[in-house]
């Protein structure tokens, strides 16, 4: 059985949801999976510290900045910075297939840059992005991507 793990940090509740939607329309269309989601904010919270990967992971990333307009001046990485720790952590960024940001069209440039800045930083793909929850369609997509990184076989 191959293991899924979905990494993520959510703060306003979208990202969470799309994960865990995505989690479910996983397990009911391929078998032979096991989907874990991984709340690095509950990792911080209860202070249970980071650790190495054993399997290879997705990370899902909303976007928080401040400052800067995402063209030509700077900004800020603000509340999704243990992320980057995470991955960062021992071989964790090697295992990490890439990253599916999230955000809100109306911040133009700014749209998802979170993630592309991961992209840079740890040199993985931005897989797909999605607008705040998601629709199904974006949970389709995003499904085919892992099911093709992993190799999996629907029912």
């Known amino acids: 059985m191959k293991k899924i793990s979905l990494v993520y940090i959510s703060l306003s509740g979208n990202t969470e949801s799309f994960v865990t939607r995505l989690k479910t329309y996983l397990m009911e269309q391929y078998k032979n999976i096991d989907v874990e989601k991984i709340d690095i904010k509950e990792l911080v919270k209860e202070e249970r510290g980071f650790y190495?990967?054993?399997n290879p992971f997705v990370t899902f990333l909303p976007t928080y900045l401040e400052g800067g307009n995402g063209v030509d001046n700077g900004d800020v990485e603000i509340l999704t910075t243990p992320v980057g720790d995470f991955i960062a952590y021992g071989r964790n960024a090697s295992k990490c297939f890439g990253v599916v940001g999230s955000g809100n069209r109306n911040f133009n440039n700014q749209?998802?840059?979170?993630?592309?800045?991961?992209?840079?930083?740890?040199?993985?793909?931005?897989?797909?992005?999605?607008?705040?929850r998601g629709m199904l369609g974006d949970i389709k997509k995003v499904a085919g991507i892992i099911a093709e990184l992993y190799e999996l076989e629907s029912l």
């Open 52 to 54: 190495e990967m054993s």
């Open 111 to 132: 749209y998802c840059l979170t993630a592309k800045q991961y992209s840079q930083r740890f040199g993985f793909p931005v897989l797909a992005d999605f607008e705040m």
